[in-house]
Nanobody
């Protein structure tokens, strides 16, 4: 069964850190670029970060540059999102998705065909 499962979300104080994981089963994650998206209540989903299949290329939304780091371990079929210096505006449900290709080429939804169920991140004091 093809499945993507995100984990690692939770409640954290401003300035804190979380590491999200995106684990795949039923297919080889390493063939595909993977992106993280987020959606806050009442807002549209936005792309956060992307990593190519080899891990050699990454990209970030301006709002998270310098604070978030995407990485992957293809041997574990898992992609990670390390989030540091979290802000209340980072509060959202975070999703990972597999690209249809091995390279990152923007965050248009049509470029991604497998999605996880999401994990909630809440940044609040």
């Amino acid at each position: 069964q093809v499945q993507i499962v995100e984990s690692g979300g939770g409640l954290v104080q401003p300035g804190g850190s979380l590491r999200l994981s995106c684990a795949a089963s039923g297919f080889t994650l390493g063939y595909y670029a993977i992106a993280w998206f987020r959606q806050a209540p009442g807002k549209e989903r936005e792309g956060v970060s992307c990593i190519s299949s080899s891990g050699g290329t990454t990209s970030y939304a301006d709002s998270v540059k310098g604070r978030f780091t995407i990485s992957r371990d293809n041997g574990k079929n898992t992609v990670y999102l390390q989030m540091n210096s979290l802000k209340p505006e980072d509060t959202a449900v975070y999703y990972c998705a597999t690209s249809r290709t091995s390279v990152c080429s923007g965050f248009g939804s049509l470029r991604y065909d497998k999605w996880g169920q999401g994990t909630q991140v809440t940044v609040s004091s």
